[in-house]
């Protein structure tokens, strides 16, 4: 089955800088690929996502992109604000996240220093 | 419009006992899922049903069982319940069962088994 690894576990960054979360998968037929964002004692949200037909995809202060070839895809949030932070997973699936489900990251602490 | 709607939010057992968790999706969605998520990890896909059908199942032992109801609400059903299966339980809904399968998740229902 499909293995999603997410580093890092926890990143800080001064507000208004930029951070990066990574996701490495292992099946090769994994084709759609989404981020969500949950904050302390709530739902999964989700904040962008993508398929394995593009390599990039943008929303406002957030991007992902996508490596099909080595099989990892990033997410990235500029200027970022106190209200970003809470715990990102990333997460694949081959299905569009529905007959195999979607495999989820152990997810990131977004920290964000005031 | 209502969103995902999940019940109880709250609930307690002890080991060895039966636990019914529910789920109604967003209006016109047929398709839900569940998740489980342990205390600092990732959801972890469960099942997932369209059309009052089972099209996926994860890596779950056989006491762990759901169905779909002709309004596409759902439940989630776990014997014989161990320690272990303390956790958060997440549904989520969509549209379909495959492609454009965009997930959105209701706020879940905590089990605490003791």
């Known amino acids: 089955g499909e293995n999603v690894e997410q580093h890092p576990s926890t990143l800080s960054v001064q507000e208004g800088d930029s951070a990066v979360i990574k996701c490495t998968y292992s099946?090769?037929?994994?084709?759609?690929f989404p981020w969500y964002k949950q904050e302390l004692g709530k739902r999964p949200q989700l904040i962008i996502d993508?398929?394995?037909?593009?390599g990039e995809k943008k929303d406002q202060r957030i991007a992902v992109t996508l490596n099909k070839t080595a099989k990892h895809f990033s997410l990235h949030i500029t200027e970022t604000q106190p209200e970003d932070s809470a715990v990102y997973f990333c997460?694949?699936?081959?299905?569009?996240?529905?007959?195999?489900?979607?495999?989820f990251g152990k997810g990131t602490h977004l920290i964000i220093q005031p | 419009d209502a969103g995902v709607t999940q019940s109880p939010t709250h609930l307690i057992k002890t080991r060895g006992q039966h636990v019914t968790l529910r789920c109604s999706p967003i209006?016109?969605?047929?398709?839900v899922s569940w998740y489980q998520q342990v205390l600092g990890q990732g959801p972890q896909f469960i099942f997932q049903?369209?059309?009052?059908?089972?099209?996926g199942r994860g890596n779950f032992p056989d006491r762990f069982s759901a169905r779909q109801f002709p309004n596409y609400s759902s439940e989630l059903n776990v014997n014989a319940l161990l320690l272990g299966d303390s956790a958060l339980y997440l549904c989520?809904?969509?549209?379909?069962?495959?492609?454009?399968?965009?997930?959105?998740f209701g706020a879940g229902s905590r089990l605490t088994v003791l």
């Open positions: 209006s016109g969605h047929k398709s």
């Open positions: 989520a809904s969509s549209r379909r069962d495959s492609g454009a399968n965009v997930l959105t």
């Open positions: 997460a694949a699936s081959s299905a569009g996240g529905g007959a195999d489900g979607l495999t």
């Open positions: 099946d090769s037929a994994s084709n759609y």
């Open positions: 993508i398929r394995s037909n593009v």
């Open positions: 049903y369209y059309e009052k059908e089972e099209r």
